[in-house]
C-alpha cells in the first residue's frame, strides 16, 4: 500500500505559491472591490495576451462563457448546435441554457475529439453554429470545421474548457473560432479556486455585446442597454489566476513530462490503449492523461486502483446521450457507437504538475499489479 496518490494535488501547489496568493488575496480584500474590480482587467488583459487574442471577458464559470457566446451570436430557439457526444455534459447544456437545440455527432476512434468527417451530414438549415471541444486538453482538428462553416455560414465556437495552453497547428486554443470558452474550475490546468470562466475573442463587437450581457445587461451602472445576466468572474478568483498564469506553460511542460513516462510505459500494452495525439496537436496540454481499457476490466481496474489510494478517475462514464436528462432533447434512438465504447473503457491517471517522478511510477507499479501483467508490459 503507498500513501495516497491524488488525480491533482491542488494542496501542494497551493503550499509552493502560498505567499504571491496570500497577498494577492489580501491585496483584493484590502481595495474592496469585490466585483468587476482592478483584479479582473488585470488578468483579462493578461490572459489576453498570453492567447494572442485581442479580447478576454471573465466570466462565472466555463457553462456561462459557451452560453454567453452563443447569446451573443444571437443563437436562441429555432437553432441548432453541433458539439460531440464524448464531452462533459456543461457544452451540451450551454447550447440549451442559450434555448438552441444541441445536436450530437460521434468522435474520432483514435483522438476521442470531435468526428469531423460527420459533422457535414448533421448540418441542417437550423445550424447556426459547430462547437469542437478540445478534450483531454488536446486540440479538435478545427481547419476542416473552419472551412465547412465558411462554406454553410456557420460560426465555430472553441470549447478550450480543458485545453489553457494548448496549441493547434501552431496557434493557441482559444483563437481558432469566432470565440472559445475556458473554465477556471479548480483542477484545470489554469484554476481558480472556485468557479470561474472566460471568452474569449477576436471580435470587437461580440466583445462588447458579452461584456454587457455577464453584467446583467449593462456597461454603465443602472444602465441596462439589453437583458442580460449576472455570470462576472469573481475579483478574488481573477487575483489568484493572474499569480498562477506565469506558471502556466511551466506546468503544461511537466504534464507533458509526465505523459510521456506513462505514454512509454503503456506502449504496446495488449489490454490498455493510450487515447494518440494527433498529427495537428502542436501542443497538447495534458489536462488528463486517458487509458482504455479494452478487455472489459475497466471498472476493476478502476476500484482496485482507488482501493490502493491511486487517485485514478473516469472521464467521462456516460456519452452525453446516455445522460437522463438529455433524453428529452434527443431525436429519436441516437446512437454514438463511439463515445459509447469510450464511455465505457476510459479511465485517467493521476497527473499534475506536483506530481513527482516517484510517484508517476508508483502510480505505474500498482498498475501493473493490478494487471497481473508481466513486468515488461508496464517497463520502468
Known amino acids: 500500500m503507498t500513501a495516497g496518490i491524488p488525480l491533482v494535488n491542488l494542496a501542494r501547489q497551493y503550499e509552493r505559491l502560498a505567499p504571491e496568493l496570500d497577498r494577492a488575496i489580501h491585496e ?18 493578461a490572459f489576453a495576451a498570453y492567447l494572442g487574442v485581442r479580447h478576454c471577458i471573465g466570466v462565472a464559470s466555463g457553462a456561462d462563457a459557451l452560453h454567453l457566446i452563443l447569446r451573443g451570436l444571437g443563437i436562441g430557439a429555432g437553432d441548432e448546435v453541433i458539439l460531440p457526444a464524448n464531452t462533459f455534459i456543461a457544452t451540451a447544456q450551454a447550447v440549451w441554457y442559450a434555448g438552441a437545440t444541441p445536436v450530437l455527432v460521434d468522435c474520432d476512434e483514435h483522438t476521442a475529439t470531435i468526428d469531423v468527417s460527420s459533422v457535414s451530414a448533421a448540418v441542417t438549415n437550423r445550424t447556426r453554429a459547430i462547437m469542437p471541444v478540445h478534450l483531454y486538453g488536446q486540440p479538435a482538428d478545427v481547419d476542416p470545421l473552419l472551412r465547412l462553416a465558411s462554406e454553410r455560414g456557420l460560426h465555430v465556437v472553441e470549447d478550450a474548457a480543458q ?25 484545470k490546468n489554469l484554476g481558480a479556486y472556485g468557479d470561474g470562466g472566460a471568452v474569449t475573442t477576436n471580435d470587437d463587437g461580440r466583445a462588447a455585446e458579452i461584456r454587457s450581457l455577464r453584467n446583467l445587461g449593462s456597461t454603465v451602472r443602472y444602465v441596462h442597454q439589453r437583458m442580460g445576466f449576472n455570470s462576472r468572474l469573481d475579483t478574488i478568483q481573477a487575483a489568484v489566476l493572474s499569480v498562477k498564469l506565469p506558471h502556466l506553460d511551466a506546468w503544461n511542460d511537466r504534464r507533458t513530462q509526465i505523459a510521456d513516462r506513462y505514454r512509454a510505459a503503456l506502449a504496446g500494452h495488449s489490454t490498455l490503449r493510450v487515447i494518440d495525439r494527433a498529427n495537428w496537436t502542436s501542443r497538447h496540454a495534458h489536462h488528463l492523461f486517458v487509458v482504455r481499457s479494452l478487455d ?30 438529455f433524453q428529452p432533447l434527443l431525436k429519436g434512438a441516437a446512437r454514438f457507437p463511439v463515445a459509447e465504447r469510450l464511455a465505457s473503457e476510459v479511465f485517467s491517471l493521476p ?12 502510480v505505474l507499479d500498482e498498475l501493473h499489479s493490478v494487471l497481473h501483467a508481466d513486468s515488461a508490459q508496464v517497463a520502468r
Open 296 to 325: 472489459g476490466q475497466r471498472d476493476r481496474i478502476v476500484r482496485e486502483l482507488q482501493a490502493r489510494e491511486i487517485g485514478v478517475a473516469i472521464h467521462y462514464p456516460m456519452a452525453i446521450h446516455q445522460q437522463e436528462g
Open 351 to 362: 497527473l499534475c504538475p506536483d506530481l513527482t517522478d516517484g510517484e508517476a511510477q508508483t
Open 28 to 45: 483584493t480584500c484590502a481595495r474592496a472591490d469585490f466585483i468587476l474590480g482592478q483584479a479582473v482587467a488585470t488578468f483579462e488583459t
Open 163 to 187: 485545453a489553457h495552453g494548448a496549441a493547434y497547428r501552431g496557434k493557441k486554443c482559444g483563437t481558432l473560432g469566432v470565440a472559445a470558452g475556458f473554465s477556471f474550475y479548480p483542477g
